[in-house]
């Protein structure tokens, strides 16, 4: 079992930088590949980032490359989302959430067994 609770999230001026933290509970949490999705109310949920196990492999969405980057510390059980040049486009409640792969990363929503509760990211223009 893992436990997942986001934080970070809050409004900030469009250009500006935020970071989002994932802190997981569970001795297995390195087992775990880590994804980041967002959605807007009305909205399916959608992929933003993902970070193997180990954290040499990551992925990221064409909308968010170059300006996000994804971290991990499982020393720490922790995965953060370094948010950059953010536009209002950004605004979404931000969930990570945790699949059971030991090697590689997937941008499948029902590949992640592990979901947090969410934390809101509000870009003003």
């Known amino acids: 079992q893992v436990q997942l609770v986001e934080s970070g999230g809050g409004l900030v001026q469009a250009g500006g930088s935020l970071r989002l933290s994932c802190a997981a509970s569970g001795r297995t949490f390195s087992s775990y590949a880590v994804g980041w999705f967002r959605q807007v109310p009305g909205k399916e949920r959608e992929f933003v980032s993902t970070i193997s196990a180990s954290g040499v492999s990551v992925y990221y969405a064409d909308s968010v490359k170059g300006r996000f980057t994804i971290s991990r510390d499982n020393a720490k059980n922790t995965v953060y989302l370094q948010m950059n040049s953010l536009k209002p486009e950004d605004t979404a409640v931000y969930y990570c959430?945790?699949?059971?792969?030991?090697?590689?990363?997937?941008?499948?929503?029902?590949?992640?067994?592990?979901w947090g509760q969410g934390t809101q990211v509000t870009v003003s223009s």
């Open positions: 959430a945790a699949a059971p792969l030991r090697f590689g990363v997937t941008v499948q929503e029902y590949e992640y067994d592990y």
